[in-house]
């Protein structure tokens, strides 16, 4: 009898994985499929006047603005990634939208440290058209889904030093302990590499989409913040009135916006050839997105390549650049 039940229970088993999983899983995958068709759905419209300089006759106190920041009903927004290099400024720079749309930005990592720091939009479902826009790394994962995009692009040297940072000191303000001996490091060589082949990548990929797009420098960010969040809020079509204005002028540094060190060693890890091959990519890039109608990279309009590199006067390699 017990041998009998072994029997049954056997079969029924290989039933359940051979016959009826391969089922379930097929159609959780067209459930998800047809959510990401039903949310790209909702239509993209371009900006059709300028909605950030609106102004009121009464004079707003900063002291008693409302500068909360809420979740849209599902379904309110069309899927609009934030595209980025890893180290660009993406959480600085979804800190600025939110504060001046009133609405969170999404993000399909689910970052515990930023969701715990206040960006309470990380861990929602970037299908559910709840946010306003949403943080990704690779392009191509959403670009049969979404109705625009908006790339955040950096010099590529700052891009490898903050991703260092990010990575060494785990977290989002930290910093890594820098060497000057790193240039030899085999292992330093290969990250900033990789973090180089990816900014490539990520730029090709974007230049490649069919729909709207916008592209965001971060130099122009720390330049005008204002300036760059107005294109940005223009771009997704939303109305920012005066209050969400000074939301924006006086909370527009976050808690996230890690200080830049005024030591100059991060730099001084760069070999000659790797910033020779860093401001080749960023020529390489320049001329892609601007072929595309888009500004070339802030350091590149109408000034020489060496402009490009914040400590270049020591660094001999931009003189011998070929």
């Not at 749309?101 to 689910?110: A, E, I, K, Q, W």
Request: aromatic share 10%.
């Amino acid at each position: 009898m017990v041998r009998r039940n072994h029997t049954i229970i056997g079969f029924a088993t290989i039933f359940f994985v051979f016959v009826l999983l391969p089922l379930f899983t097929r159609r959780c995958e067209d459930t998800n499929e047809e959510s990401l068709k039903s949310h790209s759905s909702r239509k993209f419209t371009k900006p059709s006047s300028e909605k950030w300089n609106q102004t009121s006759d009464e004079k707003l106190d900063s002291r008693s603005t409302d500068c909360s920041v809420r979740l849209a009903d599902p379904d309110t927004f069309p899927l609009v990634p934030l595209i980025s290099p890893p180290g660009a400024g993406s959480t600085w720079l979804r800190h600025l939208i939110e504060q001046a749309t009133g609405f969170y930005t999404g993000s399909v990592f689910d970052d515990k440290g930023l969701y715990g720091g206040g960006f309470l939009g990380e861990y929602e479902d970037y299908r559910a058209g709840n946010t306003l826009t949403v943080k990704v790394h690779n392009v191509k994962r959403l670009s049969k889904f979404c109705k625009a995009a908006i790339l955040l692009l950096r010099n590529p040297i700052d891009i490898v030093i903050a991703e260092k940072n990010r990575q060494s000191a785990d977290g989002h303000l930290g910093e890594a302990t820098w060497r000057k001996d790193s240039r030899t490091d085999e292992d330093w060589n290969q990250f900033a590499y990789t973090e180089f082949e990816r900014y490539e990548r990520i730029v090709n990929d974007f230049s490649n989409l069919t729909v709207p797009t916008l592209i965001v420098h971060y130099e122009n960010i720390k330049n005008d913040s204002l300036t760059e969040v107005k294109r940005i809020v223009d771009f997704l079509n939303m109305t920012v009135n005066e209050e969400r204005k000074i939301c924006a002028e006086n909370n527009g540094e976050g808690h996230f916006h890690r200080h830049k060190s005024d030591a100059k060693t991060p730099y001084k890890t760069f070999t000659d050839e790797m910033i020779c091959d860093a401001l080749a990519l960023m020529e390489k890039a320049s001329k892609l997105i601007a072929e595309k109608g888009h500004q070339p990279l802030p350091c590149l309009q109408d000034h020489p390549v060496s402009n490009c590199y914040s400590v270049s006067k020591t660094l001999s390699s931009v003189k011998h650049c070929a």
